[in-house]
């Protein structure tokens, strides 16, 4: 099956400054998905991102389908970035998560 | 527009009982979905409807049941409850193989 591995697995950040999560994956894949879990468990949709880069404020993405591996970019970060982001590939319905990389930012 | 809503959002059994949690979603959404998540780890599919009608295991059936009552809801069934189910458990839907939008979880314990 597919194997989705996120790094870090951990990341300690002072508030402001800017960081890379990765995520590398061993087979094609129909879709790729970046979301945060924050602090109460919420999921929250961050990118939809089977290739290329998109931004969403502080937020980007890009994803080399051909390379089998996708970064989210946090820049600016806040206290309320803290949470866990997990990488999430879709092949046809089966979904599969990674680890995810649990995220403090300090203020 | 709510979105994805279970319930309940807490419950807590006894081994050997059953329940049932609820899903419904008001986006329209095709597929949906149900996870579970245990203590510092990413979700893991349980069973997934691709469209009213169907449904099909994912990676960790054993254990549950699922209906896809209507194109809107999504329930998943424990029959007899165990400890080893005790876990947080999402549902999700999507319009196609699209973006997934979760619900809130519902928090299990099983004593």
């Known amino acids: 099956g597919i194997q989705v591995e996120q790094s870090p697995p951990d990341l300690i950040l002072q508030e402001g400054a800017n960081s890379t999560l990765r995520c590398n994956f061993s087979?094609?894949?129909?879709?790729l998905q970046w979301f945060h879990q924050n602090p109460w468990g919420q999921l929250i949709n961050l990118f939809y991102i089977p290739s290329g880069t998109k931004q969403n404020g502080r937020l980007s993405a890009t994803t080399v389908a051909t390379e089998r591996y996708s970064l989210l970019y946090i820049s600016s970060s806040q206290t309320t970035d803290s949470g866990v982001y997990f990488c999430v590939l879709t092949g046809g319905f089966k979904t599969i998560f990674g680890a995810g990389t649990r995220l403090f930012v300090k203020a | 527009n709510a979105g994805v809503t279970q319930t309940p959002k807490f419950q807590v059994l006894k081994t050997g009982q059953s329940m049932t949690l609820q899903c419904a979603q008001d986006?329209?959404?095709?597929?949906m979905y149900w996870y579970r998540q245990d203590p510092g780890m990413g979700l893991r599919l349980i069973y997934y409807?691709?469209?009213?009608?169907?449904?099909d295991k994912g990676e960790v059936p054993n254990g549950y049941n699922v209906s896809r009552l209507n194109k809107r809801e999504f329930s998943l069934r424990l029959e007899s409850a165990a400890p080893s189910q005790t876990s947080v458990y999402f549902c999700a839907s999507t319009a196609t193989m699209g973006t997934q939008y979760f619900g809130a979880g519902t928090r299990l314990s099983v004593l």
């Open positions: 986006m329209n959404h095709n597929s």
């Open positions: 409807s691709a469209s009213e009608g169907t449904t």
């Open positions: 087979d094609s894949v129909n879709n």
